[in-house]
């Protein structure tokens, strides 16, 4: 086994989070808040917008089962990383979406996914 971590925002957590639940190889997801500027924050401070936090999932997974490219293939298939602080019905900045790479490989690995599927 070997145990890595990724934290992806997406819209609503607890949409995501069901997603990556499901996938073999992924170990436990844990939601939460971040990107914001200051630590704890509640769900009343981060809807109020002025945090800069963002609705997102801690993603434990044993890269020997799943990769990193597959768990990066369906976060881009499960939202619309295009739409400016919205997914479906919900709005305002803490539904944008986001990666909050752990290092630099991983953040290679996203910019590497995302210009070789979005050319950019």
Same mark, same amino acid.
């Given at each position: 086994m070997k145990k890595?971590?990724?934290?992806? !925002? !997406? *819209?609503?957590?607890?949409h995501i989070e069901d997603y990556f639940s499901k996938i073999k190889g992924v170990m436990n997801t844990r939601v939460g808040y971040t990107g914001g500027s200051f630590e704890n924050p509640t769900y009343k401070d981060?809807? +109020?917008? *002025?945090? *800069?936090h963002a609705e997102a999932i801690s993603i434990d997974y044993d890269s020997k089962i799943v990769s990193l490219e597959n768990i990066l293939m369906i976060f881009f298939s499960t939202h619309d990383p295009t739409t400016l602080n919205k997914q479906g019905a919900d709005t305002g900045t803490q539904?944008? +979406? *986001?990666?909050?790479y752990i290092d630099d490989s991983q953040k290679l690995m996203a910019e590497n996914f995302i210009e070789k599927f979005f050319g950019q």
């Open positions: 890595e971590k990724t934290i992806f !925002a !997406a *819209g609503c957590f607890w981060v809807c +109020s917008g *002025g945090t *800069g539904y944008r +979406s *986001g990666i909050f």
